[in-house]
């Protein structure tokens, strides 16, 4: 089974209020990119404590770590919960209007964890997770330590992707209104 998360427990301080509500010119941010995923598995699911609505299913942060890593592995044990037969799942985060529509593809064309990248740097919040790899690597890894920590011990892999649009994501108000003025150009 391919599963898919979007990775919605972030503060949102800059933005001042939650990213996943956002409105983009009619569409929240939560579901375009719940749209943009929906067709590259079979079940999509929020990583935070809200559905927003959507009724997918919720799954909580593991409160033994903090920043994404707390979503990784709170993905992680509602994996082993709920979906044992599956070995693998998919992340993105819930403030990217972009979320590429070939992430799924792209990200499990080599066995093992990978994570996009493009010519500037890695995105491992886009990343496809293997459980076996983390379950080895959740006892060795910071609590408070980085999804780029993560990343390396699992030995995640980079997938590259051209420079651009694909990763952009909205933390500021002035941000989101460059985005949509840039949507609103290009027709």
């Known amino acids: 089974m391919r599963i898919a998360a979007i990775l919605t427990g972030g503060k949102s301080r800059r933005m001042g209020e939650d990213k996943a509500l956002l409105d983009l010119g009619g569409e929240r941010l939560v579901d375009r990119v719940i749209a943009?995923?929906?067709p590259q598995v079979d079940r999509v699911c929020l990583v935070g404590p809200i559905d927003y609505g959507?009724?997918?299913?919720t799954v909580a942060d593991d409160p033994?770590?903090?920043g994404p890593l707390a979503g990784i592995f709170g993905m992680l044990a509602w994996m082993q919960e709920h979906h044992a037969e599956a070995d693998a799942f998919l992340t993105a985060p819930v403030?990217?209007?972009?979320?590429?529509?070939?992430?799924?593809?792209?990200l499990t064309e080599m066995p093992g964890s990978a994570m996009a990248a493009d010519a500037k740097r890695i995105h491992p919040t886009f990343a496809h997770w293997h459980v076996s790899e983390l379950v080895k690597a959740r006892e060795g890894v910071d609590a408070s330590g980085s999804?780029?920590?993560?990343?390396?011990a699992v030995g995640a892999w980079p997938v590259a992707w051209p420079s651009g649009a694909p990763f952009l994501n909205l933390n500021t108000p002035e941000e989101a209104q460059s985005f949509l003025a840039s949507e609103e150009a290009a027709g």
């Open 147 to 152: 999804l780029h920590s993560l990343a390396e």
């Open 36 to 38: 943009r995923l929906a």
């Open 54 to 57: 959507t009724g997918l299913a």
């Open 64 to 66: 033994n770590f903090q």
């Open 95 to 106: 403030d990217t209007p972009h979320c590429p529509n070939d992430l799924y593809e792209k």
